[in-house]
T-cell receptor, first 115, second 114 residues
Framework: DTAVSQTPKYLVTQMGNDKSIKCEQN?????MYWYKQDSKKFLKIMFS???????INETVPNRFSPKSPDKAHLNLHINSLELGDSAVYFC??????????????FGPGTRLLVL | AQSVAQPEDQVNVAEGNPLTVKCTYS??????LFWYVQYPNRGLQFLLK??????LVKGSYGFEAEFNKSQTSFHLKKPSALVSDSALYFC????????????FGTGTKLQVIP
């Protein structure tokens, strides 16, 4: 069973479109994250949710809107896609980090290409 | 603000030789430190972490890392490199206590040459 899964794996779309990426974890974790990895492999956190509540929102354009319907799911919706949004987006989950140095478990990534 | 530096973009090592991937950090208070590995077209996988206690931490696949508080370093090591160790390695840090974000380094590509 895949611990953290993302769909779709690949996403090719035109500038200006709206798209969503879905993430699910079956680890029973309370906390989920979205990261963006650019073409130079730099990894930067975008959002973090703890038990469906937004905890971290790093200087991300408001075209990006995360939604957590329950603590096992964290989706990312992107409006008006731009060329610079092309990247690999990783979902991750962990136990509540207030309890200590919790390991994050990453999904396989969604490769977004905006044309 | 916390930060992580991985000074080498790439490290090349011959198979069977020891390897070191360097990491230094800056954080307020006591750090939690992590190493993750990323294989091509895959997500990151956890290798090991330092929380407190023994400065030498052992992790998956024979890797270990040494926490050095005075040098603010957390270098990743392995006594004998395998070709299958070739991957991208990320060091990460967060302050201890409370809910804190994890900051990742820029990654070091390890190439093990047969």
């Amino acid at each position: 069973d895949t611990a953290v899964s993302q769909t779709p794996k690949y996403l090719v779309t035109q500038m200006g479109n709206d798209k969503s990426i879905k993430c699910e974890q079956n680890l029973g974790h309370d906390t989920m994250y979205w990261y963006k990895q650019d073409s130079k492999k730099f990894l930067k956190i975008m959002f973090s949710y703890n038990n469906k509540e937004l905890i971290i929102n790093e200087t991300v354009p408001n075209r990006f809107s995360p939604k957590s319907p329950d603590k096992a799911h964290l989706n990312l919706h992107i409006n008006s896609l731009e060329l610079g949004d092309s990247a690999v987006y990783f979902c991750a989950s962990s136990q509540n980090p207030t309890g200590g140095a919790q390991t994050q478990y990453f999904g396989p990534g969604t490769r977004l290409l905006v044309l | 603000a916390q930060s992580v530096a991985q000074p080498e973009d790439q490290v090349n090592v011959a198979e069977g030789n020891p390897l070191t991937v360097k990491c230094t950090y800056s954080v307020s208070g006591n750090p939690y430190l992590f190493w993750y590995v990323q294989y091509p077209n895959r997500g990151l996988q956890f290798l090991l972490k330092y929380i407190t206690g023994d400065n030498l931490v052992k992790g998956s696949y024979g890797f270990e890392a040494e926490f050095n508080k005075s040098q603010t370093s957390f270098h990743l090591k392995k006594p004998s490199a395998l070709v299958s160790d070739s991957a991208l390695y990320f060091c990460a840090v967060r302050p201890s206590g409370g809910y804190q974000k994890v900051t990742f380094g820029t990654g070091t590509k390890l190439q093990v040459i047969p």
